[in-house]
């Protein structure tokens, strides 16, 4: 059975602190992502990974920062939270794209989230 | 330009009516591929469907259906018979190239509320 684990279900943290979201996916998949969901936005794409130590920004990065040193693990960082920050985080992974074929973009497996509160 | 939109945000029908929702993209991509997931209250999206756009065929799985209309860019999810349990957030998501890499593309979900 696939797994995708986060290492918090609930976090509460303060303005300035820096906080660590980590994520830890069983399934040897190249692709690793973190999206925030907001009531009304969906979800949007924070940064993601194809490979280790490789990573590209998503559509809202700015505040975050990510680390991928093993292949099953893909951390997210708040340098500094900020209370516009409180949001359900949520990881992903899947395997990998082949950018010229068009059979081999697959379907995300994601984490239960983090409901990440900073006051 | 790449999106999704999930113009429904919250349907509520009464258990056993069948409902569908809707989902439109735009990509001008010849090659993606349209998802749907489910977030039940639990929190956690799980895999429905993976179509791709040289798929034109529907699918069904159980009460499950999905309508793929490239003429219309619609990937509309149908359940039949709905039952509790189907109440749920449901994101329909895209995959087109951006920028050289495929990437993922949600809407904002529809929220169904499946009454007993």
């Known amino acids: 059975d696939v797994k995708v684990t986060q290492s918090s279900r609930y976090l509460v943290k303060r303005t300035g602190e820096k906080v660590f979201l980590e994520c830890v996916q069983d399934?040897?998949?190249?692709?690793m992502f973190w999206y925030r969901q907001d009531p009304g936005l969906g979800l949007r794409l924070i940064y993601f990974?194809?490979?280790?130590?490789?990573?590209e920004k998503g559509d809202i990065p700015e505040g975050y920062s990510v680390s991928r040193e093993k292949k099953e693990r893909f951390s997210l960082i708040l340098e500094s939270a900020s209370t516009n920050q409180t949001s359900m985080y949520l990881c992903?992974?899947?395997?990998?794209?082949?950018?010229?074929?068009?059979?081999?973009?697959?379907?995300?497996?994601f984490g239960p989230g983090t409901r990440l509160t900073v006051t | 330009a790449q999106k999704v939109t999930q113009a429904q945000t919250e349907i509520s029908v009464v258990e056993k009516e069948d409902v569908t929702l809707d989902c439109v993209y735009e990509?001008?991509?010849?090659?993606?591929?349209l998802f749907w997931y489910k977030q039940p209250p639990s929190g956690e999206l799980v895999f429905l469907i993976r179509?791709?756009?040289?798929?034109?065929q529907n699918e069904i799985s159980g009460r499950y259906s999905w309508n793929f209309q490239k003429s219309t860019s619609s990937f509309n999810f149908t359940i039949t018979a709905s039952q509790v349990v189907d109440s749920a957030v449901y994101f329909c998501?895209?995959?087109?190239?951006?920028?050289?890499?495929?990437?993922?593309?949600f809407g904002t979900g529809t929220r169904l509320k499946v009454l007993a």
């Open positions: 992903a992974s899947s395997s990998l794209f082949a950018g010229d074929s068009p059979r081999r973009v697959y379907e995300q497996y």
């Open positions: 399934m040897d998949h190249e692709n």
């Open positions: 990974s194809y490979d280790v130590k490789m990573k």
């Open positions: 990509t001008r991509d010849t090659t993606y591929y």
């Open positions: 179509r791709n756009s040289f798929d034109e």
């Open positions: 998501a895209l995959s087109a190239r951006i920028l050289g890499t495929y990437k993922y593309i």
